[in-house]
């Protein structure tokens, strides 16, 4: 039997369709809550989880109580031990620590985690050293390299421990932010520590990687080129990044650095939306048949498009907007950085990431553009 541990952090990721750049702590987690945010934490670890149905019998899983491991285990159909843990109220990083430093006596082979940064934080805090983890991502930061690309991808790469396949562990860094820093516009990731994860291909997400000095040029030239194809009667959102920063820059419009804006000629642009506002928009679009496009820039290191960060930007608004009306835009370094890995989505829908996969423009400087890959397949 493999033994597998289970720890879902509920509330990760639900201030990030909201434009609240995190979810830590309980009075950002109420705010989402008013603001039309919804717990997305067990809807990613029963998608991982469907992928294990085929091994039902192979597994002998240990999970936390109620919505932090046992509900989802159940409703997807398996029969688990359920840890003794007092939850009081609303969870916390106390309960997931706590949850580890019971798991730490059960000798599991893979410990399995879904949520961000914060959550990654709180268990390499107290795992024991020896432990093998992987992260099911489901917050908004994951600047962390300890997450699969997506829930999908950590359930095949499950299910091939459990059919005891040759898979290789490394050492990779935790790193967490400071939200309130990140909600004032800068970011300052700090080091944490690290966890033995699998390494598989490219099943395991890089560390995000924030962009270098020498980039600027290649951002300004960009931004220039782009600006010269922009119709006044097109509306833009614009995702977050330095490269859409300094488009926005040379707009002369302020910009939100970790927040997705709304651009539209000279007198019209919108900080800072939610994915409600974004939907708004988007119908009042229709109604003038307007066209909307989205800008985006793939985070450095880890080359995502959506999913990280951007939750804004959901396979809704993707939806309603259309694939080609999406305008990417990276330095030739960023993809370089890459070393030929595609560029990822994670939209929270299997058949939006599906159809975002392929190849795609990249705007790369000024009037040049390269062709590449998107996808999450091996």
């Keep these: ?80 031990n359920v840890i003794e843990l007092a939850i009081n109220g609303p969870t916390t990083g106390e309960d997931t620590r706590n949850a580890v430093l019971k798991m730490n006596a059960l000798n599991l082979d893979l410990l399995l985690f879904v949520g961000g940064d914060g959550t990654a934080r709180d268990i390499c805090s107290v795992v024991r050293t020896e432990q093998t983890a992987l992260g099911i991502p489901a917050g908004v930061k994951m600047h ?16 091939k421990f459990i059919r005891r396949e040759r898979i290789g562990v490394t050492r990779a860094e935790v790193r967490d932010i400071d939200e309130d820093a990140r909600r004032a516009g800068s970011i300052a990731s700090r080091y944490y520590g690290e966890l033995w994860v699998p390494e598989l291909g490219n099943a395991v997400q890089q560390v995000k990687c924030c962009g270098l000095e020498n980039e600027e040029l290649d951002q300004q030239e960009i931004a220039a080129g782009f600006i010269e194809t922009m119709g006044d009667d097109v509306g833009y959102l614009i995702c977050p990044g330095s490269t859409t920063a300094e488009l926005m820059m040379q707009l002369t419009h302020n910009n939100t650095l970790l927040g997705v804006d709304y651009f539209c000629g000279a007198d019209m642009a919108i900080n800072d939306l939610s994915e409600k506002q974004i939907l708004d928009v988007l119908k009042d679009a229709g109604q003038n048949q307007q066209t909307l496009k989205i800008v985006v820039s793939p985070i450095g290191g880890q080359g995502y498009l959506f999913g990280r960060g951007n939750q804004q930007i959901s396979s809704d608004v993707i939806k309603e907007v259309g694939k080609d009306n999406i305008i990417v835009m990276a330095t030739p370094a960023k993809l370089d950085a890459l070393e030929g890995r595609p560029l990822r989505v994670d939209t929270g829908s299997q058949q939006m990431d599906e159809l975002l996969s ?16 998107v996808g999450n397949t091996q």
Excluded: H
């Excluded at 392929?358 to 890959?373: A, D, H, K, Q």
């Design 1 to 80: 039997m493999f033994r597998l541990g289970l720890i879902v952090n509920p509330v990760a990721g639900i201030g990030g369709s909201v434009g609240l750049k995190g979810s830590d702590g309980t009075d950002i987690q109420q705010q989402a809550l008013t603001l039309g945010g919804t717990y997305k934490s067990n809807d990613r670890a029963a998608a991982a989880l469907e992928l294990l149905k085929p091994y039902a019998a192979d597994i002998d899983w240990f999970v936390c109580p109620g919505r932090m491991g046992q509900s989802v285990v159940e409703s997807s159909g398996f029969k688990p």
């Design 144 to 159: 962390s390299g300890v997450f699969a690309v997506t829930p999908e991808t950590a359930g095949v790469l499950i299910g």
């Design 358 to 373: 392929g190849y795609i423009r990249v705007n790369t400087g000024f009037e040049s553009s390269v062709l590449y890959p």
